[in-house]
């Protein structure tokens, strides 16, 4: 464990408080094999493939097929015919090759850790939400509250998504090909969020951490967000991203804006970055 | 939280069976509200008005003993009041007991129609129109189609709604969509809460217009028929009610020619839209789309304060 540096946060007795409670320490101790797998993850193989045609499925029977080709150690699986439903490929918690042949609804590949997912189609709104790890990528366009809470992982869309994408985020990157709407990285606290179009109102509002790059206009800044400064290690990040998933800045990386938090929290901004992890 | 759906075909004429397709949308979106179902559907202008009105709730049947005399007197009184205004109804239809449809024959004042009709007690007029008909009940959409026959009910354009009571009561009263009296032909389906409802209500009353049930959404029917009223065009009048209504919302509108659609400024509420060459369809869930279509479509939502209205 880090050692923590003694400042006010520690005399207010944050760091006590955290230490002494069920952190991620404990849990996630590297000497305690049993705390790094969940229960209901599979050990797959990503050389076996298996199709599930979901036409005539609800999405608890999809959700429960998927399990089952999983628990059998099938490391591809193909998903067609989801037509559009909700609460998809959900709770996955391990490596696994997903691919969705068309459009998800609400709440597609929520609470999931580890799986590469892609979508052919559009996803309605909060897809991935509270993702964990893993790749998420749709060909279409994407509703509102797009990747709400992630921690972790690349969420992409390649067309467009709604209102509020990126709220509450706490790690991971977001991709956006095309254009967001109002609210953007709305209380975002850390990760990234990368815009290649437009971004609609009140983008980064009350946001305290985490970076957020915009290609074309923005519409207006949210409170607390403010304009940051580009430098070379920002383009390199960039370029290399958007190529892993095949995507362009309409204008050049060069010519993307990127945004940051204004803000001072009195507790928050007190803490070295290691120890932001234990707050969070 | 209620579902909203509309399909406007651009080039398919009258022959499209709208009432099928509202049906299968309007199934699909039971889940987000199945207290009412509502449609309100253009079909064939014959040259007639269509006047849909009920003279009772469907619960009434079941809490009064006197009721079916009461209905038969209420119908008896309407028949007199139109014919001494000078309206010919050239067809009866009654699809319940206290759901009608009269097609009439009648070039006079229609406001003064609606109020005297709607002065018999327990009578209210659901719409007229030259094409519009309304039709809402309890229960979900396939119990209602079922109903009054809508399958095979063909036409242009339609709005629909499943409603989720949230603030006002589970009858045909509040049951969505609203006809925007005294317009012929304008009806308004909504999803969301609308705050500063009784403000706007009042005045709006003050001016003269009638509310006939206490439903928050029935204020945009009303608010759009004061715009038109004052001679703003539908793409307008939806433009100035963005920033009249407080609150959240979806809502869409439609009148004897267009379909619109509007969002508030905090692009709340959901709403998909597919955008076709021949059709337009848009409903709170790409789900209910999918069921007009077997292959993939392309769909996205609308922003914050989106305004956007199709003819056909």
């Known amino acids: ?280 | 939280m209620c579902g909203i759906a509309g399909i406007i075909h651009k080039q398919a004429g009258k022959g499209a069976n709208i009432g099928e397709q509202m049906t299968s949308m309007l199934q699909a979106l039971k889940h987000r509200g199945p207290d009412s179902t509502g449609y309100a559907m253009y079909g064939e202008d014959n040259g007639n008005q269509i006047m849909r009105f009920k003279v009772a709730e469907a619960a009434d049947l079941e809490g009064s003993y006197d009721i079916h005399a009461a209905i038969e007197e209420r119908l008896a009184l309407i028949d007199s009041r139109l014919a001494e205004l000078g309206v010919k109804v050239v067809k009866k239809e009654s699809p319940t007991e206290y759901a009608h449809r009269y097609e009439i024959d009648f070039s006079g004042d229609m406001k003064k129609v609606a109020d005297f009709v709607e002065d018999i007690e327990g009578v209210e007029i659901l719409s007229i129109g030259n094409s519009l008909e309304l039709i809402k009940d309890l229960g979900d959409a396939a119990i209602v189609s079922g109903q009054y026959g809508l399958d095979g009910f063909n036409g242009t354009h339609g709005i629909g709604h499943t409603r989720m009571a949230t603030e006002s009561d589970v009858d045909i009263r509040s049951a969505h969509p609203y006809w925007a009296y005294p317009f012929s032909d304008v009806a308004v389906v909504h999803n969301g809460q609308l705050t500063n409802y009784w403000t706007n209500r009042r005045a709006l009353e003050r001016k003269g217009h009638r509310f006939s049930s206490n439903c928050d959404s029935e204020l945009i029917a009303v608010y759009i028929a004061d715009r038109m009223n004052q001679g703003d065009d539908l793409e307008t009048a939806m433009k100035n009610s963005v920033e009249y209504l407080d609150g959240v919302f979806t809502y869409l509108v439609a009148t004897k020619d267009e379909l619109g659609m509007a969002k508030d400024v905090m692009a709340a509420k959901p709403m998909v839209v597919y955008e076709g060459d021949d059709m337009i369809a848009l409903a709170s869930e790409e789900v209910a789309i999918r069921k007009l279509f077997d292959h993939r479509i392309e769909t996205f939502d609308p922003y914050h304060g989106e305004v956007r209205v199709w003819q056909h």
Request: aromatic residues 6%; glycine residues 16%; charged residues 25%.
């Open chain 1, 1 to 280: 464990m880090a050692t923590l540096k003694e400042d006010k946060s520690h005399e207010m007795g944050l760091h006590e408080e955290q230490l002494k409670g069920r952190t991620q320490q404990r849990f996630f101790s590297v000497d305690e094999n049993e705390n790094l797998t969940y229960f209901h993850s599979f050990d797959v193989d990503t050389s076996k493939s298996g199709t599930i045609d979901a036409l005539e499925m609800t999405p608890r029977e999809i959700n429960g097929e998927i399990r089952a080709l999983m628990e059998k150690g099938i490391g591809n699986i193909t998903v067609d015919n989801p037509m559009s439903r909700h609460g998809v490929g959900v709770g996955i918690l391990n490596r696994l090759n997903l691919t969705f042949s068309d459009s998800l609804g609400y709440f597609g590949c929520g609470l999931i850790d580890g799986p590469n997912v892609h979508i052919k189609g559009r996803v309605g709104w909060s897809c991935a939400e509270n993702m964990m790890a893993g790749t998420v990528v749709i060909d279409g366009n994407a509703g509102s509250t797009f990747g709400a809470a992630i921690r972790g992982g690349d969420l992409v869309c390649k067309g467009s998504v709604g209102a509020r994408t990126g709220i509450d985020q706490k790690g991971g990157t977001i991709i956006v090909g095309g254009k967001t709407g109002a609210f953007s990285g709305f209380m975002m606290q850390r990760g990234r969020m990368i815009i290649c179009g437009d971004a609609g109102m009140n983008l980064g509002d009350s946001m305290y951490d985490g970076t957020i790059y915009v290609g074309g206009e923005v519409e207006e800044l949210g409170v607390d967000c403010v304009p940051g400064e580009m430098t070379e290690l920002d383009v390199r990040y960039l370029t290399s991203k958007l190529d892993l998933y095949g995507m362009k800045a309409p204008k050049g990386v060069e010519k993307m804006q990127k945004y940051v938090s204004g803000k001072q929290l009195w507790n928050y901004d007190n803490l070295e970055p290691s120890e932001k992890k234990l707050v969070l």
